[in-house]
């Protein structure tokens, strides 16, 4: 009874290649987002989608590239891979109200060699 | 720009109480938040302040002052479960998407 599920958990892949991390939340909530979350543990937003619209987007490399096909779904393309892109990747969503409070997801770590 | 300072590590003893320290900078103001994160697990959230005060929830508690920048989360009787980090995350103005951002998070370790 997950409530934001991502896959996958570990990723482990070579310089220059393409990878995904989808996410999936069943809690009904309108606004889903992609954290970064480095060696230092700084949390840092990436994007956030509204009910299917973008409506965050940091400074991210254009080789980032999210997708939502409906507003209980986000997923991140990552092309060309680079080796400061390792790191965990949270998923994580929010009611659209006035509490701030996300959910996130358990997480998924990737390192690039 | 945004900054938030917290301490990086903090140790206490079980039962006991540990007050962690938050100051931030930002640009405009409308909430600060805390979330705990185990090692290896998303963080989850712990509370929510908009206006000054302490908020209290169970063994823990927050406080906001706006006018200092500075919020502190309490944690008392203390418990072994309790080692994790501790994250503070503003939301700098009021919009859509709920965007936080983080401190680097203080890790507290509780010893028997």
């Known amino acids: 009874d997950t409530a934001v599920s991502q896959t996958p958990k570990y990723l482990v892949t070579q310089m220059g290649n393409d990878k995904s991390i989808k996410c999936e939340q069943n809690?009904?909530?309108?606004?889903m987002y992609w954290y970064k979350q480095d060696s230092k543990k700084f949390l840092k937003i990436m994007f956030s989608y509204n009910n299917k619209e973008l409506i965050i987007n940091e400074t991210v490399p254009n080789r980032f590239s999210p997708k939502s096909p409906d507003k209980a779904h986000l997923n991140l393309h990552i092309n060309s891979l680079e080796l400061g892109d390792s790191a965990v990747y949270f998923c994580?969503?929010?009611?659209?109200?006035?509490?701030?409070?996300?959910?996130f997801g358990e997480g998924s770590r990737l390192t690039v060699l | 720009g945004q900054n938030i300072d917290q301490p990086t590590e903090m140790t206490a003893t079980e039962g006991a109480i540990v007050q962690i320290n938050c100051t931030y900078q930002?640009?405009?103001?409308?909430?600060l938040f805390w979330y705990q994160q185990h090692a290896g697990e998303a963080p989850t959230f712990l509370s929510y302040?908009?206006?000054?005060g302490l908020e209290e929830k169970g063994r823990f508690s927050s406080f906001l002052s706006r006018s200092k920048g500075y919020s502190y989360l309490l944690l008392k009787e203390l418990q072994m479960k309790d080692s994790a980090s501790y994250l503070c995350?503003?939301?700098?103005?009021?919009?859509?998407?709920?965007?936080?951002?983080f401190g680097g998070g203080t890790r507290v370790l509780v010893k028997p």
């Open positions: 930002t640009s405009g103001f409308n909430g």
């Open positions: 809690l009904g909530h309108d606004t």
């Open positions: 994580a969503s929010s009611p659209l109200r006035d509490t701030g409070e996300l959910f």
């Open positions: 302040n908009v206006l000054d």
């Open positions: 995350a503003v939301r700098p103005r009021k919009a859509a998407g709920n965007k936080l951002t």
